[in-house]
């Protein structure tokens, strides 16, 4: 396990990214936290450092900060019904792996901890955009980054409340104890996902796709046997 290790993060502000962050700063084994974001965050803490930073698929302007992580936590993203195909592949194939190149090459030893999607298509055949680019994704970054972890959540489920939570979250939200009773593969809660992608940041894990169950279990999300 690594200790006192500096971790990079994308999509702070997001339902994810804002707990992992959270998280992140409240961990003693975590030195710095450094977030790469368009806009400054509300959020200051000692252990934070804040890169503004506007072209996601060029990282040269700053290198300099990208050195001495052991770890990023790609948490950015958007759905693929707020954007076109076009732009949906841009900030989900493009932005991931231009920045995991860039921070390979400042940290050869990284472990690029990647926020997909339960459904995605490894074989990058389906006819469903989420699941044909996620796919691409995910196999490009395995390519180019032999530490690369995929996490496939299903439903993120907020612990906390966020702004920017999907309104098919909001509308299944108190729905989500019965869906967590009813399959270990549907529900994620936000702080569960958090802690599985802080250990596997921290130590990595046996494989390098992590489903919906794979999650719960590194979490401590699993429900307790009876």
């Not at 990023?72 to 949906?88: F, I, N, P």
């Not at 044909?132 to 972890?149: C, I, Q, S």
Request: positive net charge.
């Amino acid at each position: 396990m690594v200790r006192s290790m500096r971790i990079l993060l994308t999509g702070a502000t997001g339902l994810a990214g804002s707990e992992v962050l959270r998280q992140a700063l409240a961990d003693a084994d975590v030195e710095r936290v450094t977030v790469l974001s368009r806009r400054p965050l509300a959020l200051t803490h000692a252990k934070l450092d804040v890169v503004l930073h506007t072209d996601f698929t060029r990282y040269d302007s700053v290198v300099e900060k990208l050195t001495g992580h052991a770890a990023c936590l790609w948490c950015l993203g958007t759905s693929q019904t707020q954007v076109t195909k076009a732009e949906y592949e841009v900030i989900t194939y493009d932005y991931a792996v231009a920045a995991a190149t860039a921070m390979a090459a400042a940290n050869p030893a990284l472990r690029f901890c990647f926020l997909s999607g339960r459904g995605t298509d490894s074989t990058e055949q389906s006819r469903t955009l989420f699941a044909r680019v996620k796919g691409r994704t995910e196999n490009e970054l395995l390519r180019r980054v032999p530490e690369t972890y995929c996490f496939r959540p299903a439903f993120i489920h907020p612990v906390q409340p966020h702004p920017g939570t999907p309104l098919i979250a909001r509308m299944l939200g108190p729905l989500a104890p019965l869906m967590k009773r009813m399959s270990h593969g549907w529900v994620a809660d936000t702080d569960v996902l958090g802690r599985a992608m802080l250990k596997v940041a921290k130590q990595g894990a046996p494989k390098h796709v992590l489903e919906n169950e794979d999650i719960l279990r590194l979490g401590g999300g699993l429900p307790a046997q009876g």
